[in-house]
Nanobody, 121 residues
Framework: QVQLVESGGGLVPPGGSLRLSCTVS????????MNWYRQAPGKDRELVAR???????SYADAVKGRFTISRDNAKNTVYLQMNSLKPEDTAAYYC???????????????WGQGTQVTVSS
C-alpha cells in the first residue's frame, strides 16, 4: 500500500514563504509522477504543480513564477517551495502519486492526508 505523508503547512503573512514536503512509502517513488493539489473552502480541488519522473515540471497559471516543485528520489520525497504567498493561496494542500504499473503490479492513484496553508496578516 502506497502511503504519502505531507508536512510543512502553517500560517504565514502575505509575501512570505513555506516549503511543503511529501514523503512516500510502499512503492518505488521514482516510478511515479508526483503532484501537489490544493482545495480552498467551497471550491474544487485544483492541480497546483506536477513533476515527472525525469524532473520535467508544470504549474497552474496562478502559481507560475512563485511556486517550485522538486523531487529527491533518494529520499522518496517531493517538495513544493512557495514564495510570495498571497491570501488566495490559502487552502489545504494535498500530495498525490499518479498510478503506475511496474514489477507486475498496479499502483493506483494515492493521496496524502493534506496540510493546511493559511496566508494572512
Amino acid at each position: 500500500q502506497v502511503q504519502l505523508v505531507e508536512s510543512g503547512g502553517g500560517l504565514v503573512p502575505p509575501g512570505g514563504s513555506l516549503r511543503l514536503s511529501c514523503t512516500v512509502s510502499g512503492s518505488i517513488f521514482s516510478r511515479h509522477i508526483m503532484n501537489w493539489y490544493r482545495q480552498a473552502p467551497g471550491k474544487d480541488r485544483e492541480l497546483v504543480a506536477r513533476i515527472f519522473s525525469a524532473g520535467d515540471t508544470s504549474y497552474a497559471d496562478a502559481v507560475k513564477g512563485r511556486f517550485t516543485i522538486s523531487r529527491d528520489n533518494a529520499k522518496n520525497t517531493v517538495y513544493l517551495q512557495m514564495n510570495s504567498l498571497k491570501p488566495e493561496d490559502t487552502a489545504a494542500y494535498y500530495c498525490k502519486a499518479n498510478s503506475a504499473y511496474y514489477g507486475g503490479r498496479y499502483y493506483p492513484d494515492s493521496w496524502g492526508q493534506g496540510t493546511q496553508v493559511t496566508v494572512s496578516s
